[in-house]
């Protein structure tokens, strides 16, 4: 009986023994990440975070695609302490979170243009990895210039070369140049004038400027839309519609417009003002929580979807301006679709400025939304 006992003891122990092994064995360290993002962004990350997986068996990511009202919900998670190991984030919300210390300083690296570094920093310390650079251009109809025998935007134009064909280019049906209301769309016009729009700048003489030839086109020289006169309508739509000829916007409208328009199209740098063509440049990357428990698994998750390999593939959709220079500059980016001109995306990062962000950055131009819609209308 007691022989019967010892053995069955001896097996229970080496079975525990075993399955133990194997737990520790299987057991793997888990990665939350959060990001934005729309279909075709997802669709690209998805398979390189499987692509990671596969080269790190021990990390699994939990992946939280958040794609609306995305830091109001991140703020929710880091306020209950429930922040996420690694975040998807931009510079225009970077300082508020590295402000309140929550976000794990990092090591610069080498190959990025320095400028989305920058946009990234605060306070002279990097907090994000970055992934791509935003900057403006202008998008233009090019079958709606031949048929009013107008010349294309030359890359060197000025403010006057640009009014003179605005006014050349609207009539009864077109007006020439898109006009939104948010300051994204109006510091280019500030910046290149010589001025910003914080509250140490926006009254100054050259900001006084710029803010008034961007009011003039909507009220002064008419070629612009009225808001009464875009109605519902975005200037996006108003571009593919054919109802504006020139539009300011980002790379972002590239996939669409590759898909949609039904004309030729191109793009063509910021005008000069008196400061120069100078337009802001925004960046988006990831960061590490301090809170993070697996802060070298997440910083290894970060490095993998930095790296050129990655950054080509983002590059591919044709969405994003790849941050890394050897990817913005591989055929991944410049590849031979519309806009023929992309490389003017990287050319203007030279006299790109970072979006002045300040941690109240948010009610700066809140306020200036409401300050500035008495000018505009």
């Keep these: ?191 290149s004038s010589g001025g910003g729009i914080l509250p140490d700048e926006i009254n100054s003489p050259e900001s006084q400027k710029g803010l008034k030839f961007y009011s003039d086109l909507r009220k002064k020289y008419h070629i612009a839309p009225l808001k009464s006169e875009s109605a519902s309508a975005t200037m996006a739509q108003m571009f593919l519609q054919e109802r504006i000829g020139m539009y300011l916007s980002g790379r972002w409208m590239v996939p669409k417009l590759r898909e949609d328009a039904k004309f030729d199209w191109d793009i063509v740098q910021f005008p000069q003002g008196d400061a120069g063509s100078i337009v802001q440049l925004d960046a988006s990357g990831w960061a590490i929580s301090k809170s993070s428990k697996h802060k070298k698994e997440a910083q290894k998750l970060i490095e993998f979807l930095s790296s050129k390999e990655s950054a080509e593939k983002f590059a591919q959709s044709g969405l994003i301006v790849p941050a890394r220079e050897d990817a913005a500059n591989s055929k991944y980016f410049l590849d031979g679709k519309k806009p023929e001109n992309a490389k003017i995306f990287l050319e203007i990062i030279k006299t790109s400025k970072p979006t002045p962000v300040t941690v109240d950055y948010r009610e700066i131009t809140d306020k200036l939304k409401k300050d500035t819609e008495v000018i505009f209308n």
């Design 1 to 191: 009986m007691r022989a019967g006992f010892k053995i069955i003891f001896c097996t229970i122990l080496l079975c525990s023994i075993f399955l133990s092994g194997c737990t520790q064995k299987d057991a793997k360290t888990i990665i939350e990440f959060a990001s934005w993002g729309s279909k075709s962004e997802i669709d690209i990350l998805k398979p390189l975070l499987s692509e990671f997986e596969k080269e790190n068996p021990d990390i699994k990511i939990d992946f939280m695609h958040i794609p609306q009202n995305y830091f109001q919900k991140i703020h929710l998670l880091f306020a209950s302490n429930n922040a996420p190991d690694v975040i998807f984030i931009n510079n225009l919300y970077l300082p508020v979170y590295a402000n309140a210390g929550v976000l794990e300083e990092l090591e610069p690296e080498d190959g990025f243009y320095k400028q989305s570094l920058d946009a990234l920093s605060f306070r002279g310390k990097l907090y994000a990895i970055p992934r791509d650079i935003s900057n403006l251009v202008i998008f233009y109809n090019k079958d709606m210039f031949e048929k009013k025998h107008i010349p294309y935007p030359e890359r060197n134009w000025t403010f006057d070369d640009f009014l003179k064909t605005a006014e050349k280019l609207t009539d009864k049906n077109t007006f020439a140049i898109s006009f939104d209301e948010d300051p994204l769309f109006y510091l280019p016009y500030l910046m």
